[in-house]
């Protein structure tokens, strides 16, 4: 079992109530940035969900268990993503409605997306990107990256690399670390897929770097995985072999995978 993984399970072992469990959670992944970011995710959903059901002191709850987990992660990496977006939820209250809409939406999209329902998932992204955007929350770039997904699905790789280009350099600006690090993933699978191996490489070798960075060993792992696949395709088998190795030592047993982009490759 990974550290993540026997964290998880002392947390749960720990609490005795439902309500209690995401404060005991939240403690776990102190020192797991890849899940802290992926629990601070859910609880932006969990936000969305208590705002569009009219449960005041449940949003108060969420948000103020992000605001901990954005904390955490700052002082941890440095990444900002979640950190901007609560305090953008805090400064634009007139706006929360429309930004609990967005994430919600975005919350709709992710799981038309999961269950191969893509075609539909589209408007809801778009939906998504319009309330954060218009709301003030940089998380329409994750939105955003999601649409580059589908693009990437529908072989449109022109209209994906432009959009992941846009979000690493905005990202890279925002010290949105792991939002820049997929979009490399990303736009790595995408050169792959416009005959650009070596251009692969590179984007693969930019989010290796930052997950390193980030200490995030599962996408880590995952981005190796890609950029051996493809030095193995090229004949590398020395660089490939060296990739593969950073794969298996950052392997976790337990591991949330990423569906968007595990349907892409």
């Not at 900002?80 to 805090?90: K, Q, T």
């Not at 329409?140 to 649409?147: H, N, T």
């Not at 996408?219 to 072999?241: E, H, I, K, M």
Request: proline residues 3%; charged residues 25%.
């Amino acid at each position: 079992m990974t550290q993540w993984g026997r964290q998880r399970a002392i947390a749960a072992a720990a609490s005795n109530s439902s309500q209690a469990r995401p404060d005991v959670l939240i403690d776990a992944t102190s020192r797991c940035p890849q899940e802290a970011r992926e629990l601070g995710e859910d609880l932006l959903s969990q936000w969305a969900k208590a705002v569009t059901g009219d449960q005041a002191g449940a949003a108060a709850q969420a948000l103020a268990r992000a605001d901990r987990v954005a904390r955490l992660l700052v002082s941890h990496n440095g990444d900002r993503l979640l950190r901007d977006s609560v305090d953008a939820i805090r400064s634009h209250s007139v706006r929360r409605r429309d930004l609990a809409k967005g994430y919600a939406a975005f919350e709709a999209g992710r799981a038309l997306y999961n269950s191969d329902k893509r075609h539909l998932a589209i408007d809801e992204y778009v939906r998504a990107r319009t309330f954060l955007r218009n709301g003030g929350s940089p998380y329409w770039l994750a939105v955003e990256q999601s649409i580059a997904t589908l693009h990437t699905h529908k072989r449109e790789l022109r209209d994906a690399s432009r959009i992941l280009e846009n979000v690493g350099a905005q990202a890279e600006a925002r010290g949105y670390l792991a939002l820049r690090a997929r979009s490399a993933w990303l736009y790595g699978i995408v050169k792959l897929q416009m005959a650009d191996p070596a251009g692969a490489l590179d984007q693969y070798q930019r989010a290796t770097t930052l997950y390193e960075q980030l200490g995030e060993p599962g996408n880590l792992s995952n981005v190796s995985n890609a950029a051996a696949d493809t030095q193995r395709v090229l004949g590398d088998f020395q660089r490939g072999w060296s990739s593969l190795s950073v794969t298996l030592a950052n392997l976790p047993g337990d591991q949330r995978s990423d569906p968007t982009i595990s349907g892409v490759l």
